[in-house]
């Protein structure tokens, strides 16, 4: 064997086969990578020069940072202010957890196919897919047209995101719940209640838990968002911060939105572990 | 004990009796925050004279959004264009510096514990603060326009893509490095040989996934400025063209269900 | 020559894995390491290319000492030293023929290997390892399209493509049907009498190694307890190594009648 690979002459060149193996769609796909790459360049309208006048005051953006400062430019306290938005928006994460959660209970039992007869099933995955489809902010400016500025308002928009997170996991996790458990349960004769109560119940409430944790989560992080638009909260406090252009005080809001949030990640992930 | 012996017989119980007032202690607990942040919230915040007329404006806001302004879509194909390259090339920027940073920060592949320390630093800043955040800073910094709303979605999405990155680089096999380290390569080899050819599926995943957040959260940045579709929405809800509003929420609708489809049958290829 | 003095090697954990090993491997001999499980062999043949660092003692490779290489120089000494593992280790997402260049990765620059641009003699004896070794037709397929022995086979390639002097091979059959695994230990064992190369195998197979070796060291608790020829071990030194057991049914002559499968095998995958 070894004396015949001895005599038979070999390639020196070898190269990777391409990821795409047929050469023609190969060059149409880079071509058309190019093409769209260099339309989408061409297309944007970017003030060049105005960002370019901006440099100097991203600079002083990021110097505020070092260190943070708790005086606007006129020298006045701001700590009261800073505290009172994150209150506000710690609050309006924890009642738009709660809301959320007690609303999309009906609406995720409605949204299991293996609980719900067809009509109650579309109707409730209808609101799930229209509650999931918009982001918080935009669900933020039409809560603001109807309630008015306010913490109010971005805690209803909270509120409907929280719905369709929610009930889209907990109808889903139903579903694929154990058809044995509850077959089991329900040839025991109990009634509807009973069968959700005894078969589904202890079968999803601990990932609906840690879920919970999970969208409390989310809802601080949002709810430091939907300020922006007039929703409340920290967010309202930042973008004034912004529009006086007091940034050292936006770098300091900044800094404990980040600090918060490692912190709240870090707990519920902590506290979801412990609970399952 | 779940059962307890009383006079008349043992009593079953579902829990231990300090696990029970446990349980009702946490109840409590949680009842007596919600009740506390929902006053906090109503003093403050809550307008009651809208609240008589909330249900009627809403059923209001959406007839007049009926039926949606068709012809005003001819505004829109700039608007949608922009906000698909300012998801498209701030995820690509994102990717870039994400895969550095990812290398830099997984306990396996850092170099020092000093350049780990600083790339977390680079991934918990960035990714704790939302795009629409990021934006309203840029767009005060660079002015108004797109590439306030590219960097934006850029920023965000460095930390979102490399943290899981870095966990995928971390979750490796480490058989197949060393057998390449065994040969005599050198480090950058053996992450090139090595580490990347086994997080090169997750790495595409984790971009296409990134894209597909980005499209979404593209389409709000202009109610901030720094444009895309938001733009118009915001200024047609000012301008009260309710018309013009419900367009738009189905442009959105419709570009947000085909990036998700998009999304997943990449993915779906690739994994 | 291999050559180690008074190697002792303590884990962190304060486990100590190797206690005062002195050994010394001539060229060309193939010697099989057995002991149980957690003996110590993979530490050993890890100090001896330094995967794993060893806590005292010398090993030196030819003239070179091996324990106190800076890593840009012990870089170039893992050059001359081949491994084959027990998983086979191939990066299962590249292609065979990429997993056997990857060999040649100590001797090219980082950018040449980046774009796969090896010297054509590297290429060329690529081609020629996997068409020794029966594999050619493989060459673009990836590595984790192939059976375990086919595997096995790309990473003895990847190993010989570093022309090293020595062969440290980790249980190269312990994921292996016992047909492969003797066709592979019969390939190492022809590889090495071709190239003239000294190897350590490890294996816990007591057959396998009483085949296909030239010297077989028995390894206890990070201690030497044997050291002779294949013949050597008899029920006695292997009760010393394992523990107690009916050791003759072990020990039988083997026929070597399989000679045939290697080419048999061959056919089937061609």
């Known amino acids: ?44 309208d970017i003030d060049w020069q105005r960002a370019w006048e901006g440099l100097p005051r991203g600079a002083e953006f990021l110097a505020s940072f070092f260190p943070p400062s708790l005086t606007d430019s006129n020298g006045v306290h701001v700590t009261g202010t800073i505290i009172d938005g994150i209150l506000d928006s710690i609050w309006m994460a924890i009642l738009a957890t709660v809301a959320g959660i007690v609303l999309s209970v009906p609406v995720g039992l409605g949204a299991a196919r293996n609980l719900s007869p067809m009509p109650v099933y579309l109707f409730c995955r ?63 004769g109990a009634n509807w209640f009973q069968w959700v109560n005894y078969a589904i119940q202890p079968q999803v409430m601990p990932r609906m838990i840690g879920l919970a944790m999970y969208r409390l989560d989310i809802n601080f992080r949002e709810s430091a968002v939907v300020g922006i638009v007039g929703g409340g909260g920290i967010g309202d406090t930042l973008k004034t911060s912004f529009e006086r252009y007091d940034f050292s005080i936006s770098a300091t809001i900044l800094i404990v939105i980040i600090v918060i949030v490692i912190s709240l990640e870090y707990s519920s992930g902590y506290l979801r572990k412990w609970v399952q | 004990m779940p059962i307890i012996d009383k006079p008349d017989g043992p009593v079953w119980k579902r829990r231990k009796t300090p696990v029970q007032l446990l349980i009702w202690f946490g109840w409590m607990v949680a009842i007596a925050i919600t009740v506390m942040a929902w006053k906090r919230i109503a003093a403050n915040d809550l307008l009651w004279v809208y609240m008589p007329t909330a249900g009627q404006q809403a059923v209001d806001m959406m007839q007049r959004m009926i039926p949606p302004n068709w012809s005003y879509m001819d505004k829109l194909w700039k608007p949608v264009w922009d906000t698909l390259n300012i998801a498209t090339i701030g995820s690509v920027m994102a990717m870039a510096i994400a895969v550095p940073v990812a290398f830099a920060a997984a306990r396996n592949t850092t170099p020092h ?20 955040i990021w934006a309203l800073a840029l767009v005060f910094i660079l002015g ?25 680089i971390e979750e490796i096999d480490h058989n197949q490095v060393e057998a390449i380290e065994a040969t005599g390569a ?44 938001g733009l118009q929405l915001s200024s047609s809800m000012n301008t009260l063209a309710w018309t013009q509003v419900s367009m738009i929420l189905l442009v959105i609708l419709g570009t947000v269900v085909i990036s998700e489809t998009v999304s997943a049958k990449v993915r779906h290829a690739i994994i | 020559m291999l050559r180690l003095e008074n190697v002792f090697k303590r884990y962190k954990t304060g486990d100590l894995a190797l206690k005062d090993v002195t050994l010394e491997i001539p060229d060309g001999q193939v010697i099989a390491l057995i002991g149980p499980s ?15 660092n060893p ?11 091996l324990t106190s290489l800076s890593s840009g120089a012990l870089r170039k000494a893992r050059r001359r030293m081949g491994m084959i593992f027990q998983e086979y280790a191939l990066v299962e997402r590249l292609t065979v023929m990429e997993n056997v260049l990857s060999g040649r990765l100590g001797y090219v620059g980082f950018w040449a290997s980046w774009f796969r641009k090896f010297p054509k003699k590297d290429v060329q004896e690529a081609f020629r390892l996997l068409d020794r070794v029966g594999l050619l037709h493989m060459a673009d397929k990836r590595a984790d399209e192939l059976s375990g022995g086919q595997r096995q086979r790309v990473g003895i390639c990847r190993a010989l493509i570093q022309n090293p002097e020595l062969l440290l091979v980790d249980e190269p059959t312990a994921s292996l049907d016992p047909k492969t695994s003797r066709q592979i230990m019969r390939l190492i064992n022809e590889l090495c009498k071709e190239r003239g190369l000294a190897a350590i195998i490890n294996i816990h197979d007591v057959l396998l190694a009483q085949m296909y070796s030239q010297r077989v060291v028995g390894l206890k608790a990070g201690e030497l307890v044997f050291d002779g020829p294949p013949e050597g071990l008899v029920p006695e030194v292997l009760t ?7 050791w003759e049914a072990t020990i039988e002559e083997v026929d070597e009648d399989d000679e045939e499968l290697l080419v048999e095998e061959a056919e089937v995958v061609a």
């Open chain 2, 144 to 168: 108004p326009g797109v590439l306030a709303g590219t960097l934006a979605i850029g920023l965000r999405s460095i930390g979102g893509c490399s943290k899981l990155l870095y966990e995928a």
């Open chain 3, 240 to 246: 010393d190594i394992y523990g107690e057991e009916d």
């Open chain 1, 1 to 44: 064997m070894s004396e015949v690979s001895a005599e038979k002459k070999f390639p020196d060149r070898w190269k990777k086969p391409p990821f795409i193996s047929n050469p023609t769609l190969r060059w149409l796909l880079y071509v058309a990578v190019a093409v769209y790459f260099a339309t989408a360049f061409g297309t944007m």
């Open chain 1, 126 to 188: 209808s609101i799930i897919a229209v509650s999931r489809t918009f982001p918080e902010v935009i669900l933020a400016i039409f809560a603001v047209k109807l309630f008015g500025f306010g913490s109010f308002a971005g805690l209803v928009a909270l509120s409907i995101g929280t719905i369709g997170f929610f009930a889209k996991l907990l109808a889903e996790d139903i579903e694929t719940s154990s058809t044995s458990q509850n077959e089991a349960v329900k040839v025991t």
């Open chain 2, 186 to 229: 050198s480090r950058l080899q053996q992450m090139a040989y090595g580490i990347l050819p086994q997080v090169m599926p997750t790495f595409a995943g984790v971009g296409v996934f990134r894209w597909d957040i980005n499209i979404r959260q593209s389409t709000i940045l202009g109610l901030v400025g720094a444009g895309g579709i």
């Open chain 2, 113 to 132: 514990k000093l350049v780990r320390a600083f790339a977390l630093l680079i991934i918990v800043s960035t990714r704790s603060v939302n795009s629409l």
């Open chain 3, 38 to 52: 957690g003996a110590g062999k993979s530490t050993l043949i890890r100090c001896v290319n330094r995967l794993v």
């Open chain 3, 55 to 65: 806590t005292s003692g010398k090993i030196f490779l030819g003239d070179t000492e």
